[in-house]
């Protein structure tokens, strides 16, 4: 079985420039959710997906971020501009459902976002 | 408002040697408890999870994990470390009876000397 794809897996680009970021989830996955990692910590969520409509964006910064899973499979998030403090690992994930008891979210390798 | 502490930053360890990786939690409903490591350049890899049941849970790679309600704790345990072990090693708790959301603690660095 596939993992979680995500592209690119690195990117440097200088602030107040726009980057987005593309992640496909494990074949049948239902539920998408995009990872912010900041580097000394745990990766805190910016928005979960159930199939192509928004559960959760309470901590989606949606000033500057988006995101959208247009057709309930992949998904695209998007930086407009691009801070300092954006700097962080974006890890995308996906489970079978949001609730079921045994859910376990399986993660992608990542994407590695340097912002100057 | 739920709420993981891994109070260790780093545990070091002699290959051969038992490790034990700390984890607290704080929910206000029944705890879904998972674990998760990850390997420099990697994404997260799920190692276990405790969602009710035995309170011993073994998982990948010879990983076991045991809840303790009375203590909300739930340590992440192999009884002979592996070189191959040293990562970076996360807690996480979701509240089963009223939220989704997936909250991590802030790792564990695992160093396995040879």
């Known amino acids: 079985e596939a993992g979680v794809a995500q592209s690119p897996r690195y990117k440097i680009i ?23 990692q900041i580097l000394g910590q745990g990766p805190k969520l910016l928005i979960q997906f159930q199939n192509n409509g928004v559960v959760d964006d309470s901590q989606l910064p949606k000033d500057r971020f988006s995101a ?3 057709k309930g499979v992949d998904s695209t998030l998007k930086i407009q501009p691009a801070k300092l403090e954006d700097s962080a ?28 | 408002a739920q709420s993981v502490a891994q109070p260790e930053d780093q545990v070091n360890v002699a290959e051969g040697n038992p490790l034990t990786v ?5 929910v206000s409903g029944n705890p879904y408890l998972f674990w998760y490591v990850q390997y420099p350049n990697r994404g ?3 190692l276990l999870k405790y969602i009710t049941g035995d309170n011993l849970v073994k998982g ?18 192999k009884p002979s470390a592996l070189v191959s ?5 996360f807690c996480a708790v979701r509240d089963g009876d009223s939220s989704y959301k997936l909250i991590f603690g ?8 040879p």
């Open chain 1, 14 to 36: 200088e602030k107040r420039q726009s980057v987005a970021f593309w992640c496909n989830p494990i074949s049948g996955h239902a539920t998408l959710y995009w990872y912010q």
């Open chain 1, 68 to 70: 959208e899973r247009l």
């Open chain 1, 89 to 116: 690992v974006y890890l995308c994930a996906s489970s079978t459902s949001p609730r079921g008891a045994q859910e376990t979210q399986y993660f992608g390798p990542g994407t590695r976002l340097l912002v100057l």
């Open chain 2, 22 to 26: 700390k984890c607290t939690y704080s």
């Open chain 2, 44 to 46: 997260l890899q799920f």
């Open chain 2, 60 to 77: 990948s790679y010879g990983f076991e994990a045991e809840f303790n309600k009375s203590q909300t704790s739930f340590h992440l345990k």
């Open chain 2, 85 to 89: 072990d040293s990562a970076l090693y």
């Open chain 2, 106 to 113: 802030s790792g564990t660095r695992l160093l396995v000397r």
